[in-house]
């Protein structure tokens, strides 16, 4: 059974570089065929796709969000990371980290149980 | 830019009844269509891929038709589980939510 974790500070400052991790057990990154993507939901509303990146390397993001989002991964730890510069209130979300089984049918078939992150002085 | 829209945004429905959701496209997403269940404090579930096929462990009760854009997911008899937050979701191009529709009890 896979499992995603996500982790990372709850509380960042307005114009900071919010940063969080998403840990994969139960599967490897590396295996291959699946999309690793980073997805929030701000505070009562519907879910947003930030982006994915392929264990490769190769990433893809939501053209909304390109010029602040940059998304790794660490296959040696099975990890793969988001971060979002020049962050403001609007960036206050809960946030996900799910696979994307898209080569395989498609959907995002497993998810973290989402990290709120408050954007705050 | 593929517009999703979700109609209605809130369904009332009696326990035991059907429950009808609809998720439109601005563009054809072919069958490229997911369906998504989230209940509060939970992050979403993925009940529904390829537009009409059930994820692992879904039960038969959910059902998904559609294609181009037009889509629907039927729930055949509601239990008292089921009443939550449902999201469509495209992967034709990059993945994109739509609204939601709330199914509360009547």
């Known amino acids: 059974q896979v499992q995603l974790q996500e982790s990372g500070p709850g509380l960042v400052k307005p114009s900071q570089t919010l940063s969080l991790t998403c840990t994969v057990s139960?599967?490897?990154?590396?295996?291959?065929?699946?999309?690793w993507s980073w997805i929030r939901q701000h505070p009562g509303k519907g879910l947003e796709w930030i982006g994915y990146?392929?264990?490769?390397?190769?990433?893809?993001?939501n053209p909304s969000l390109k010029s602040r989002v940059t998304i790794s991964v660490d296959t040696s730890k099975n990890q793969f990371s988001l971060k979002l510069s020049s962050v403001t209130a609007a960036d206050t979300a809960v946030y996900y980290c799910?696979?994307?089984?898209?080569?395989f049918g498609g959907g995002f078939d497993y998810w973290g149980q989402g990290t709120l992150v408050t954007v705050s002085s | 830019e593929i517009v999703m829209t979700q109609s209605p945004a809130t369904l009332s429905v009696s326990p035991g009844e059907r429950a009808t959701l609809s998720c439109r496209a601005s563009?054809?997403?072919?069958?490229?269509l997911a369906w998504y269940q989230q209940k509060p404090g939970q992050a979403p579930r993925l009940l529904i891929y390829?537009?009409?096929t059930r994820a692992t462990g879904i039960p038969a009760r959910f059902s998904g038709s559609g294609s181009g854009t037009e889509f629907t997911l039927t729930i055949s008899s509601l239990q008292s589980e089921d009443f939550a937050v449902y999201y469509c979701?495209?992967?034709?191009?990059?993945?994109?939510f739509g609204g939601g529709t709330k199914v509360e009890i009547k």
């Open positions: 799910a696979r994307d089984a898209s080569q």
């Open positions: 139960g599967g490897s990154i590396s295996s291959g065929g699946y999309y």
């Open positions: 990146i392929y264990y490769s390397g190769s990433t893809y993001y």
């Open positions: 563009q054809s997403v072919s069958s490229n």
């Open positions: 390829g537009a009409s």
């Open positions: 979701q495209q992967y034709n191009n990059w993945p994109l």
